[in-house]
Every structure is written in structure tokens, then in C-alpha cells.
């Protein structure tokens, strides 16, 4: 990396990053507790360069940086697992390498999938547009310049304008525009097939934009920088409008040749992602609230104060568990990570309490580490019930050759921690 391209993203916060150009994920940087504004992409000194626990791809005019997950080892597998696992990414190579990818249409594209279905899940996006109309059945107001060009002499038409909710508008042109491009690429347009939700959504959006290529792309791009989505109940929309402007802006070399001095690519939080992956691996067994959309929100104390989201709450209430994921080796959880989840299990009564995290492979055998509470400052045996709070780590296999046989070992794995916490 050049000294130019270090000095663009280094010891610069997430915030001062932010450009239409650079994707964030999860979208919504306020909302999100471990990925927010005041955190670094990259900490660099006079000896050093040391990345977060941000991953992804980022680039400046010809040169590109990927950021891989700290717990891969020579390969991006594990960080490819996850994007799998929760985004439905299809990952078919064998040998799976960011730095070898020529664009950044392969993790773009496999995200579109998600955000169309969260969006639709408000209907579809409603604009109120003006329509002219000129006939007897007067409606709205009346447009006098365009009467007085049309009806004269006057044959008992009248020229008048109304304002209705129309589903043709800038955002589902610019959504139809997507999913015409992604048909087009062959190794990617597999993603717009892969369950009937999509499929179902793509159908309503493609009867509803049927006047899309009416207006010419790069002039939809234009209108949809110039007038994000805003309106408080669309807000999925918003992220769904930024991955497609994303998307159809990639193209062509579009980053390198027009955007010399802006900072692209795509970023994900990577303690999101991870305790998104470990949902899909509990889910059955365990309640998700999520601070990102307000589920599951609860209190430590009484008239709504002390708002508190746990990762996790076993739906057993007769032997209540607590989990909360880190995406950080064993030794860095300490402190305040003890205090937070000793006062959820306190506040949810319950005597188990794990920490979920990842560890290659290589370097620990056994992954688990129990811990019992003590009964007071006086006392140093051991409460009753015991109360435990359990590190239980989830392995990260290091030796597999190629991506199909990463799975199988990983496979292996998630039985084994599911065996831990379920019982």
C-alpha cells in the first residue's frame, strides 16, 4: 500500500469514511453497537498497521485493500462462511480468496437478495407523483397555461393536474434497473432463484416498473443520490438504494475512473456478522433481540429504565440461559464483558451464562473455560446455586485445503458448541 492510500484510511473513524461510494454493513451506523463512529477502520503508527473488527474491501484510485476475519489462517474461508451462513451468499469456489476477486460485484450482488425482502416486508415503496390529466371528470386543481394550449377552442375537456400515490417512481426504477443487471451476469444472477420469497418479490416489483427504462440509468442514479429514501417507514429502503447504486455504479471500472479522490468499497462489522452466524446456529432454542430494529428490547429496572439488549435468552424459562457472542480471543474477555452478562443473568434469573466466541483451531485445544461466582465480599466459596459463566469457543479449522472441505469441518464444530449450551 502506498503511503497515499495508508494516509486515507488510517486512524480515520467509520464516520469520516462514510461516502455514497464506501457500503457499511449492517447500513445504519447509529445502530449499531460495536460498529459506530467513533471506531477505526485502521490504527496505524511509525511501526505498525493493526486493522479492527471491520472486514471487507476497500479501495483509492487503483489500489484496494481486503480485510479478512483475525481468525482465518491463509485464507479468507471463515469470513466467506459467515457472509454464507447469514447472508444466503452462494460460495461454489473452491478456493476462496478475496485478494484474487476483480470486483466488488461478488459480495455486492449475494447481499441484494436480503435487503429487497427486508424492504418489501413494508410494501412496496409509494410516491406521491403529479399526473396531468385532460378530460370532463375534474378532479384536482385546474392547470390553466396547459387549458388554455389544449382546449382552444373549447371542446368541454379540461386541463387538470392530481396527486396520487404512484408506485413508478425513481427507488423501484432504480431496484428494476438492479435486478435487469444482475440477470445478466451469469455467475451471479443465481441469487435472484434461491427461495420463493425473492422470487415472489422480484415477480411484484417487475409488475410495478414497467416504465422503467423511460428515464435512462445514469439519470435514475443521479435522482437516487440526489433524493434518498427519508421517510421514517421505509427505512430498509434505504439500505436496499445504496446497495443498488452500489451495485450498478461498480461496473465498468466506474470506481477508478470517476472517483479519484473518494475512498469505495464494501465493509462489514465483524462482531455483527458473528453473532448473526452463531443465530443461525441457536436460533431454535434461543430468543434474538436486536438492538438494530428495537426486538426484544427489555429493562434492568422499573418504568422503562436501564434498556438492555442480550445476545441471547434461552426460551427455557425453568433453566434460563444467557449467551453473548464476542468476536475477540479468550484473554480480551474481561471486565466489563463479566459485569454485563452477571446483570443479565441477574435480571433474567438465570445460573448459566456463556461467552461465545472464536479461536483458530491451532491454537486451543479445548476452547471452554468455567468460571464460578462467588458468594460476597466476606466469603470466598462458591454461591449456591453455583452461578457460572462459561467461555465456550467455537474452533476455527485452519487446515483444509479448500472451501468445501472448511464446511465439513466447521460443520463438526457448531455440533460440538451446540452440544455445550443445549442441554
Request: proline fraction near 3%; hydrophobic fraction near 35%; charge should be neutral.
Amino acid at each position: 500500500m502506498s503511503d497515499d492510500f495508508i494516509g486515507r484510511i488510517a486512524n480515520k473513524n467509520i464516520e469520516d469514511l462514510e461516502t455514497s461510494n464506501l457500503f457499511l454493513f449492517p447500513p445504519k451506523l447509529s445502530d449499531i453497537d460495536d460498529l459506530d463512529a467513533s471506531h477505526f477502520l485502521m490504527m496505524a503508527n511509525s511501526e505498525r498497521i493493526r486493522t479492527t473488527n471491520v472486514m471487507g474491501s476497500i479501495g483509492y484510485k487503483d489500489e484496494r485493500l481486503f480485510i479478512g476475519s483475525r481468525f482465518d489462517v491463509d485464507n479468507d474461508y471463515f469470513f466467506y462462511y459467515m457472509l454464507k451462513k447469514v447472508l444466503n451468499m452462494n460460495v461454489i469456489n473452491t478456493e476462496v480468496n478475496m485478494e484474487h476477486q476483480s470486483s466488488f460485484l461478488e459480495l455486492l450482488i449475494p447481499l441484494f437478495p436480503k435487503l429487497l425482502n427486508n424492504a418489501m416486508k413494508k410494501g412496496l415503496y409509494k410516491e406521491y407523483k403529479v399526473q396531468h390529466h385532460n378530460d370532463t371528470n375534474v378532479k384536482g386543481t385546474i392547470d390553466f397555461k396547459r387549458h388554455l394550449k389544449k382546449n382552444v377552442p373549447f371542446l368541454g375537456n379540461i386541463a387538470y393536474n392530481t396527486r396520487e400515490f404512484s408506485y413508478e417512481n425513481h427507488v423501484i426504477h432504480l431496484i428494476r434497473y438492479t435486478i435487469e443487471f444482475i440477470k445478466r451476469r451469469k455467475s451471479l444472477r443465481k441469487v435472484l432463484y434461491m427461495n420463493d420469497i425473492t422470487k415472489e418479490n422480484i415477480h411484484v416489483i417487475e409488475e410495478n416498473s414497467t416504465h422503467f427504462a423511460s428515464i435512462h440509468l445514469a439519470k435514475t442514479i443521479h435522482l437516487n443520490i440526489r433524493r434518498p429514501v427519508r421517510h421514517g417507514y421505509y427505512f430498509e429502503y434505504q439500505a436496499l438504494q445504496r446497495l443498488c447504486i452500489a451495485i450498478l455504479r461498480a461496473e465498468s471500472n466506474y470506481f477508478k475512473k470517476n472517483t479519484n479522490d473518494e475512498i469505495y468499497g464494501i465493509l462489514f462489522d465483524g462482531a455483527w456478522l458473528f453473532e448473526e452466524y452463531v443465530n443461525t446456529l441457536i436460533d431454535d432454542r434461543f430468543i434474538h433481540p436486536q438492538n438494530t430494529k428495537g426486538i426484544g428490547r427489555h429493562y434492568l429496572f422499573n418504568a422503562a429504565n436501564g434498556l438492555i439488549y442480550p445476545d441471547f435468552i434461552s426460551k427455557d424459562t425453568l433453566n434460563r440461559k444467557i449467551a453473548d457472542t464476542k468476536y475477540k480471543p479468550i484473554n480480551n474477555i474481561r471486565g466489563r464483558d463479566y459485569l454485563q452478562i452477571i446483570a443479565y443473568m441477574h435480571r433474567f434469573e438465570a445460573d448459566e451464562g456463556y461467552f461465545i466466541y472464536p479461536f483458530q483451531e491451532n491454537m486451543n485445544k479445548t476452547g471452554e473455560n468455567s468460571l464460578s461466582l462467588l458468594s460476597g465480599v466476606k466469603h470466598t466459596n462458591i454461591r449456591e446455586p453455583n452461578i457460572m459463566v462459561v467461555k465456550s469457543g467455537i474452533a476455527i479449522p485452519s487446515q483444509e485445503k479448500d472451501f468445501n472441505a472448511f464446511e465439513r469441518a466447521m460443520y463438526e464444530e457448531e455440533i460440538k458448541l451446540k452440544n455445550r449450551i443445549i442441554q
